[in-house]
């Protein structure tokens, strides 16, 4: 309590600094959620059918700059769980803190929380499991997803410190950027865990209108002495990105790309596991057109390692916190992707030294986004939108393979596509109230021929969203959302150790779906502000675990500042 008390006490002398005369801006949002289900699942006499919760919390942040060059950033959130009463159920936390300016004029910093990320292949935020951009009565839940995990531009929310600075050479090239960053996995105990840490940087030559080159670096490692442990672990990764473009006024025409290498090992022991990937594309766009298109080559090695890359936001290893256990067995209820829309808590920032869980139905072709390791072949894009912006098409399709087999000398295909197309109705009929219908598909297969029946694999998985926002009057909106998990076939899921060694493979057989069907109405207060309530159902029959189904009603109130 006394913690919490000088938190609040700090804010109140900021905001009183703020009155003397220096620059004060206040920051934040606040969000409400009431929600009521109704669970039900064939021959279920244990599990509670029906379930109430809720919360209110707001984020109050501010920003203070003592001068021209620093700026000060602190955020309180202050949660209440409907059902607490005078102080029950109140959390207080910390949910950003940082220090950012420039000094001297040429070099900028922070330290606190950063948001970070440096190229696809070292250091950056993958979204692999959730395909298909939502609309409608999703986008609201993914919006919250995004706010919660600090997603914000495949950027990872870490706590440390980040440096930047520029070199400008007008007579030969533009400029050179430097970039630097430390952050703290772990801590030591002052045992056997040592002192783990993340760091690392890249310089990026541009040259305005004909080339982009970057070196970049990034490690894991342990700091040698801060435990009793000897067996300190590394994890390097260093690559080379570069797009050599031509970029003229109706047209933009290049081939751009990742290459590099990685390393992992511990110091006293022999063994290193090493390996490589390349990543090159070539693209056209035609600007006046909105036409693109593009080609590319990914040859991920089977023993890639870049853990800052290959983090997912999601560990399918834990639980679910909505009716995590059911039926008269009380069997535990894996995660769906209900879960996956509607739980923060599932999600996390944290970048891991192991290679995580996934869930093959979900995503098999590239569960790691495009830093997936054992992963060899091309895919091809194109995107286009009329003048008028009625209609606009995203598609993208991958032709895959593995690199080396996992279980077999056969190797696993992957086939992958998937598209978007979003019709602005009201750009069509030029009605003054706005009109929008988005479809998103992905469909993946995965296959192995083998002359042993036991090694064949055949996988398919559908995912398809589509949603519908109709103004109706001023700022109310009827929204709508159809989402479709569809999945049938086999897999062999490779079972690994800490050290992300096989040690066994697992049978994996599945048949069935997961459909949820929403609606629901949204008042636009203003641009930041609005009230939604949405109705949904959602049925779940895959075979992988006793089919279940319920309805839910929940009302959102979000509010940004």
Not at 105 to 131: C, E, M, W
Not at 259 to 270: C, N, P, Q, R
Not at 354 to 372: C, E, F, H, K, W
Not at 434 to 442: C, F, H, T, V
């Amino acid at each position: 309590m006394n913690s919490k008390l000088v938190l609040i006490a700090a804010l109140i002398c900021i905001s009183s600094y703020g009155q003397e005369g220096k620059k004060v801006q206040f920051v934040g949002g606040a969000r409400s959620l009431i929600s009521h289900s109704n669970f039900t699942s064939e021959n279920d006499t244990v599990t509670a059918p029906k379930s109430t919760g809720g919360y209110a919390l707001i984020d109050l942040g501010v920003k203070i700059n003592p001068n021209a060059n620093t700026e000060i950033m602190g955020m309180v959130r202050i949660k209440n769980e409907f059902g607490g009463f005078w102080g029950g159920g109140v959390s207080f936390d910390v949910r950003q803190l940082y220090v950012k300016g420039v000094a001297g004029n040429a070099v900028r910093y922070q330290f606190g929380n950063i948001d970070y990320k440096l190229s696809p292949y070292t250091f950056y935020n993958h979204n692999p499991d959730l395909l298909v951009p939502s609309f409608g009565t999703n986008r609201i839940k993914e919006d919250v997803l995004n706010y919660e995990s600090f997603y914000n531009n495949n950027t990872w929310r870490q706590q440390g410190a980040a440096i930047n600075f520029g070199l400008q050479f007008p007579k030969v090239i533009d400029d050179i950027t430097f970039n630097g960053f430390i952050t703290r996995l772990n801590p030591t105990d002052l045992g056997a865990i040592l002192e783990r840490l993340y760091g690392g940087g890249n310089m990026v030559i541009k040259k305005n209108n004909f080339f982009s080159v970057g070196l970049n670096h990034v490690s894991i490692f342990d700091l040698k002495g801060t435990g009793t442990n000897e067996g300190a672990y590394r994890n390097h990764v260093n690559t080379l990105t570069y797009d050599v473009f031509l970029d003229k006024k109706s047209y933009k025409v290049g081939i751009d790309g990742e290459s590099g290498f990685s390393a992992v090992y511990t110091l006293t022991s022999d063994t290193k596991l090493s390996d490589y990937f390349v990543h090159a594309r070539a693209y056209y766009k035609a600007k006046n057109k909105n036409f693109g298109a593009e080609l590319g080559y990914m040859d991920n090695g089977p023993d890639f390692r870049s853990f800052g890359a290959q983090s997912k936001r999601i560990d399918y290893n834990q639980q679910n916190s909505f009716y995590q256990r059911y039926t008269n067995e009380q069997v535990v209820r894996p995660l769906s992707m209900y879960d996956l829309y509607n739980d923060p808590l599932r999600y996390s920032n944290q970048i891991s030294e192991r290679i995580m869980a996934y869930d093959p139905v979900i995503n098999n072709a590239l569960p790691y986004g495009a830093a997936t390791f054992n992963r060899r072949g091309f895919y091809i894009g194109a995107s286009y939108a009329d003048s008028l912006k009625i209609v606009e098409l995203d598609a993208k399709y991958y032709a895959l393979q593995e690199i080396r087999g996992q279980g077999s000398p056969d190797l696993k295909r992957f086939n992958f596509v998937q598209g978007t197309a979003k019709f602005n109705v009201s750009n069509w009929t030029k009605w003054k109230k706005k009109e929008s219908i988005q479809i998103g598909m992905a469909f993946q297969q995965t296959t192995r021929n083998s002359a042993s029946i036991y090694e064949q694999i055949n996988l398919n998985s559908l995912t398809l969203n589509a949603g519908v926002e109709s103004e109706l009057i001023e700022d109310l909106y009827l929204l709508g959302n159809i989402f479709v998990l569809s999945g049938t076939g086999n897999e062999s899921i490779p079972i690994r150790d800490t050290n992300g060694d096989i040690v066994n493979f697992s049978n994996y057989s599945i048949s069935g779906n997961e459909i949820n069907i929403s609606g629901g109405l949204r008042y636009n207060f203003s641009e930041q502000v609005y009230l939604a309530g949405i109705y949904e159902s959602n049925a779940n029959t895959f075979s992988t675990n006793p089919a279940y189904r319920f309805n839910q009603f929940m009302i959102y109130y979000i509010m940004k500042f």
